[in-house]
């Protein structure tokens, strides 16, 4: 498929360079970003180039004749004047999140985003983090685990917990979460792939979808729903890995640790612990799901003396070096035999 042009152009370099960083790796695949901060520069490449998203500052709109052919022109606004008749615009002081927010839902002809596959025939490797044990460093270990992979490779982080309190975690709001991803999936699958970029946040290079904040729309939602959503998700991007930090508090467990190539299981020593754990393996026998428990590496962890207590400093400590040991000895090794 022949790739399309996304033009960004403002002549305050340092905006349109955080536009474009931050643009780059959000547009689909579809798309090539080319980046201008003089108005005769652009003039030139529009005279050679058929352009399909040009995002432009107004100051630099007011200096330059546009190709009306463009179909999707957005304009910066910078002023109080009067916004001319044609053009669709754009506050510019906000946040490069909002303003690709609003891209998209401005945007009307997405059709050819629509099951756009990232010229890679490899899905993500689907890791699945889960444990009946409750205050067992689930989520921590998902955290660490993901960032420390993400060095080496691209990786999305997935969690499912009716209360994840990530927005304290993280020190930050969220614009959007996953009950709006699954919004777009369902009911708006021609914006999803762009929608799937604005929405993603990133930590350390890792890039995570914030949880829902609803518990009850949470758990409305059905394992046929999130497995559907995990495709969509591999047929919009090309990520490696997959991280799923699962909890009870869902529908479709069983679903989605079916569908895991490598589950972590936490456990711990204390009787109320290997009680539940025993319980829960029975579950899996009981309904012939042995295949989960054959899948599932059980990590006991060991007392740590002292535990990050900032999401931005997880792959640092002693808890990360036994991450990093986990991550060498049992994920790399076992998937190279």
């Keep these: 498929m022949k790739q399309q042009i996304f033009v960004v152009c403002d002549p305050e370099e340092n905006y349109a360079f955080r536009m474009a960083e931050y643009m780059i790796d959000k547009i689909p695949p579809v798309y090539t970003l080319h980046l201008f901060t003089k108005t005769q520069e652009l003039k030139n490449f529009l005279e050679n180039n058929n352009v399909s998203v040009l995002l432009i500052a107004e100051s630099a709109m007011g200096r330059l004749k546009i190709n009306t052919d463009i179909p999707n022109i957005f304009i910066l606004?910078?002023?109080d004047e009067i916004n001319e008749e044609g053009y669709q615009y754009i506050n510019k002081y906000q946040s490069p999140e909002e303003i690709l927010s609003k891209l998209?839902?401005?945007i009307t002809d997405m059709n050819k985003w629509q099951n756009i596959k990232k010229v890679s025939e490899n899905s993500a490797k689907i890791i699945g983090i889960y444990s009946p044990i409750k205050r067992c460093l689930q989520t921590s270990f998902a955290l660490t685990m993901g960032q420390l992979l993400s060095k080496e490779h691209k990786v999305l982080y997935l969690?499912?917990?009716?209360?994840s309190g990530f927005s304290k975690m993280f020190h930050r709001e969220f614009q959007a979460d996953m009950m709006d991803m699954l919004y777009y999936f369902r009911c708006a699958k021609e914006k999803f792939a762009l929608k799937f970029s604005s929405i993603v946040q990133s930590v350390n290079r890792l890039d995570f979808i914030p949880p829902g904040q609803s518990c009850m729309d949470m758990q409305e939602i059905t394992g046929e729903d999130w497995l559907e959503l995990l495709d969509a998700i591999n047929s919009v991007s090309d990520y490696e890995y997959l991280i799923l930090d699962l909890t009870d508090g869902m529908n479709g467990l069983f679903e989605l640790l079916s569908r895991c190539s490598k589950i972590y299981t936490i456990t711990k020593d204390d009787g109320?612990?290997?009680a539940k754990i025993d319980q829960y393996e029975k579950i899996l026998q009981l309904n012939e799901m042995g295949?989960?428990?054959d899948k599932t590496v059980k990590c006991r962890f060991p007392f740590f003396k002292k535990?990050?207590?900032d999401v931005n400093l997880m792959t640092h400590g002693e808890f990360a070096g036994y991450v990093k040991a986990i991550i060498q000895e049992d994920l790399y090794e076992k998937q190279t035999r």
């Design 77 to 79: 606004k910078e002023s």
């Design 104 to 106: 998209t839902e401005c």
């Design 159 to 163: 969690n499912f917990e009716c209360y």
């Design 272 to 274: 109320f612990a290997m």
């Design 291 to 293: 295949y989960i428990s």
């Design 307 to 309: 535990l990050p207590d």
